[in-house]
């Protein structure tokens, strides 16, 4: 965000011909599947923030706002525009309040009275001046501080103000790397983004689900089971997850994520395949397999982790994937320390 701050304090450094802004939301939640908690016994689910469960939603209302543009140029043909979503130096969230579509919560995310926060936003440069709508001067979270308390991370710094280096959707999406070791157990089963903060604030109770069916869940989005996706290769990734926001994440962060996740809720059904992505051609998996078998053989206090981990460490020639192993084979042997006798 230091990058270029001239530009997104600016519009007319985004596009010199600027001089109105048009600002469009569009609602992508969706009412909790029931079936989703019937699953078998021996599914391990895994958590997709909701608004990556259906198609990806860059392109698809981009080509919306490009339709409006040409809707405008009928009427006027010397209507030139330009159009952002999530994309390029421009404050969606800021401009949405000054056009009134709603105020900034102390989760930093726009809300709506009506629609509550499960939308997207859409800006389309102008060069023509319009009317302006009235700014949204009033927020309407009161002395609520669900989405503040219910952070796992403790992202929400204070109210509006994140930081984004804790945050589990900067942490599965955005981060490039290894995942801090001491925010991992937090991250919970989350695999890609996360909604505590919307799910806690009490203007999306009732809020109305999205209209468009191409943000429906698609099959399998929905509690996807973590030990599968960990098995998947990168064309297995790309072809599973095809048209999805998830591919945001790369293969390498996906297998981070999941790695993570299996570590944080897995069991004994887990260690097959975290045993077999000690042997990933990408370090990011294992290094993160590693960690996860920490997590689970010092639950399981298990001899078979022990050994695993031991077979890697003399195989292994990256140093950072060689201390995620030191480090997990130490949290292993500690827990055999705190009960000897129940070692497996």
Not at 4 to 10: K, L, P, T
Not at 13 to 23: D, G, H, Q, R
Not at 240 to 246: C, I, L, M, Y
Not at 308 to 316: K, V
Request: aromatic share 6%.
């Amino acid at each position: 965000m230091t990058r270029r701050a001239e530009v997104r304090q600016d519009l007319r450094e985004v596009w010199p011909k600027t001089l109105s802004v048009l600002v469009v939301a569009m609602q992508y939640g969706h009412p909790d599947n029931p079936r989703a908690n019937q699953l078998p016994m021996s599914l391990l689910p895994g958590k997709i923030a909701r608004y990556a469960h259906g198609g990806d939603y860059h392109k698809f209302i981009k080509k919306r706002l490009v339709r409006v543009l040409r809707a405008l140029q009928e009427i006027d043909p010397g209507i030139e525009g330009r159009s952002y979503v999530d994309t390029g130096p421009v404050l969606e969230r800021d401009l949405a309040v000054r056009c009134g579509l709603g105020w900034k919560g102390k989760n930093s995310l726009l809300l709506n009275r009506e629609q509550g926060s499960y939308f997207f936003l859409g800006t389309l440069l102008l060069n023509r001046r319009l009317p302006a709508d009235p700014p949204m001067e009033t927020e309407h979270c009161g002395t609520c501080e669900a989405c503040m308390v219910d952070c796992p991370t403790d992202a929400i710094v204070a109210p509006g103000i994140i930081d984004a280096r804790r945050c589990i959707s900067y942490l599965t999406i955005e981060l490039r790397g290894p995942m801090p070791r001491e925010l991992r157990p937090l991250v919970g089963d989350y695999i890609f983004g996360c909604d505590i903060c919307q799910e806690v604030c009490p203007w999306n109770d009732g809020a109305p689900a999205a209209a468009e069916p191409r943000f429906e869940p698609r099959p399998g989005a929905l509690s996807p089971d973590l030990n599968e996706l960990l098995l998947l290769d990168e064309e297995g990734f790309k072809t599973r997850f095809r048209g999805s926001a998830v591919t945001r994440a790369r293969y390498d962060g996906f297998l981070r994520n999941v790695a993570v996740a299996i570590g944080n809720t897995g069991g004994e059904s887990s260690l097959y395949v975290l045993t077999r992505t000690l042997h990933h051609p990408e370090p990011m998996g294992r290094g993160h397999a590693a960690w996860a078998l920490g997590q689970i053989g010092a639950r399981l206090r298990s001899e078979q982790v022990k050994g695993a981990l031991e077979s890697r460490l003399f195989a292994e020639k990256d140093e950072w994937v060689l201390e995620e192993i030191e480090l997990a084979l130490g949290k292993v042997m500690s827990s055999w320390q705190l009960n000897p006798e129940k070692t497996k």
